[in-house]
């Protein structure tokens, strides 16, 4: 289906090509609208001569009515979680629009049938965070098994220096995540076992990790030959797919990395959390949906497991300091920061200007939806 | 020299070993005391037969006029770094005392010239904790690159769920420890290069560190053999034994991993500070004494570099909340709990009731201080 307007058949490379070099023949230069100032990316947009860019000028999500104001007329729109991207939308922008570019991971701002229907190409940025989250997954899964909660705030509180702590041969000890002459296996667990999952699996393997077991996808097919060379390259005495029931009774250290949504919904809950270890340590960092928080938090206070880490809780960000995970020591909790680096920002942020610049002008976007 | 005593010659195994063999014939078992209970090791004690086991009973540091009174006619003593190991305490041992074991790497609070005049062998417990030290000197890089303190204390507190906590592109961003394919290379320093340092290093491999630069102490002479087998195995672009001046400038990620004492004090001052990278990160695991605090605030609050990592403090554990690293934000300190594992603590344990045996029947010791 075409709208007919030569503007809005972006994927029609020649045809856009065409547009570009008329737009520039007349000396009008597309517009953009930039959602949110992106930092040290910003340059990469300044310096270009040949867009008009409209930047939200203030340091929070831009409002709806200033967007739908900007957007008539524009070429093109790079949008965040917070933006909705629908007929509202288009309807304001009119018939120029060709790209939309959003920087994050997630889609579900965006009406995909729609842009489909419009010919409107979406771009968004996968992957660049797999390091950054996996860095924070090592993290997580140390500070949870060494008390940490509990011993930054002991030093923050000025307890430290007062009687009540005083050292003992055990004090303040928790399960080692590396490996000892006197216990000399560990077994690392993933829910789910995509980029992110084996990215950390990668680092754990000089803490000495003996053992790794996951869960695939219901949809997906085993990958026998990837494990077997996984395995080798690690030099693991197990690398081996296996059921949620497993993965929960054997796993000293669990990292939760499935995507979010229906299918995964609790499926850390209380009859998973029962079967654990009692001196395990669970992780999340990709979805709070996945782990039943309320279940988690009597795992915790009843010492079924040993302790968690976790970067995102349902429901978040609204968690105030009654929730029960928040109050539980056993527990640390960062505020969603797994890709919250200079470096993978500003790569997010490039890569939804390149995405940008690719729907503007009609060339390849580094990562177009629907293109695969 | 020799006291006379059969008793005090533990230094020939064979007369040793006979004072063993009448001990038993004449069933006086050799008491030993033990200045604090040692957790889930204490069965190793429990279950001998052949000795006379006496406990500090309370959860503390035991009492001087306590062990003082108890250790009449011990022949071994097991201790900890509170114990002072001096005349006064061989005084009133008397003459059977035959070996003194402390459950640490630190052995200041021996008097070991005394110990080698009387000929009583003194057992510690090197090398066991080089592994849950390096998980601990990961865990502090990552948290103080990663403005751990601040996120951790935003969901402690509540903050999370308010408006004055808005995501934003760059919020809580700080360098990230691993690379990425538009910042692809990562220098880790290390201030000392011994078993911890190259225990950090091989963890670190993996985020993608490309150079590696160290200190080695002035006595020691630099190994260059070694030095490129390190740097083929990890497959590091550089792998050099530098100046500390070199370090400081060059470092990302600088980890303090040299021995306390006088020679070390504060060589991490404000000249040292001054030089390194807006965005590099500190990390002291090893003694508190080689940290100027007062320049490591300064640095910190006016941004010389990034974030600091402590383990150790100086003056430990008298730091109270007012103390100008416990009030940075960009500082992240926990308690001296390096070695806090229970299978580190455990093996320690275990090591020094081995040193203890080993010292009490004339048998070898499996870390005695003088025999290396």
Known sequence: MSTGLISSSPNSPPTARLTSIVS???NVRPKVVICRHLGPAMPLLEDRKDIEVVLWPEDRSCERSWLLEQIKGAAGVLVFLSDRVN??????AGPNLRVVSTMSVGYEHIDLPLMAQRKIRVGYTPDVL?????????MLALMAGRNDGAAYSLVKNGDWAKPKYAWSPFTFCGPQLSVTPSSPTRTVGFLGFGRIAQATLARLIPFGITHCLYTGSPSSRPDTARDAALQATHKLKALERVEADRLARESDILFVLTPGGAETYHLVDAAFLRKMKP???LVNTSRGSVVDSDA????LREKWIWGAGLDVVEGEPLISEDHPLVKEPQCVIVPHIGSATFQTRLDMATRAIKNLYGGLFGEEMPAELGKQ
């Open 87 to 92: 007929e509202e939308l288009l309807e304001a």
């Open 24 to 26: 520039h023949l007349s």
């Open 130 to 138: 797999t390091e950054a989250v996996a860095d924070i997954c090592v």
């Open 279 to 281: 001196m395990s340590v």
């Open 296 to 299: 988690l938090a009597t795992a």
